[in-house]
Nanobody
Framework: VQLQASGGGLVQAGGSLRLSCAAS????????MGWYRQAPGKQREQVAI???????IVADSLQGRFTISRDNAKNTVYLQMNSLKPEDTAVYYC??????????????????WGQGTLVTVSS
């Protein structure tokens, strides 16, 4: 499985971006897809995921600003980010895993990671 993330860039505070992550290869094994981010000097953290049974989960601190969606026909997961803040600046990584149902993998459990896309929010 290969994950190709896109959509990052430079945006002013208050602006919006939409990230996309397209899966290719043996996509039939994928159930969970999601987004994580890592800011300079910080640990990677969960942003949002869609579980194998289709349940979207957004980190509590980002609810109301970030939305995750998934197009299974396109094997693509999207992250809509609104009202962006400078503290949202990070490399955003797409991840996928075969675990199904409502399971929410922790970071070390993911089998597949994309290359990351940089989001920079200026003040």
């Amino acid at each position: 499985v290969q994950l190709q993330a896109s959509g990052g860039g430079l945006v002013q505070a208050g602006g919006s971006l939409r990230l996309s992550c397209a899966a290719s290869g043996s996509v039939g094994v994928i159930n969970v897809m999601g987004w994580y981010r890592q800011a300079p000097g910080k640990q990677r953290e969960q942003v949002a995921i869609v579980t194998g049974d289709g349940r979207p989960i957004v980190a509590d601190s980002l609810q109301g600003r970030f939305t995750i969606s998934r197009d299974n026909a396109k094997n693509t997961v999207y992250l809509q980010m609104n009202s962006l803040k400078p503290e949202d600046t990070a490399v955003y990584y797409c991840a996928a895993d075969p675990r199904g149902g409502s399971y929410c993998p922790v970071i070390p459990e993911y089998d597949y990671w994309g290359q990351g896309t940089l989001v920079t929010v200026s003040s």
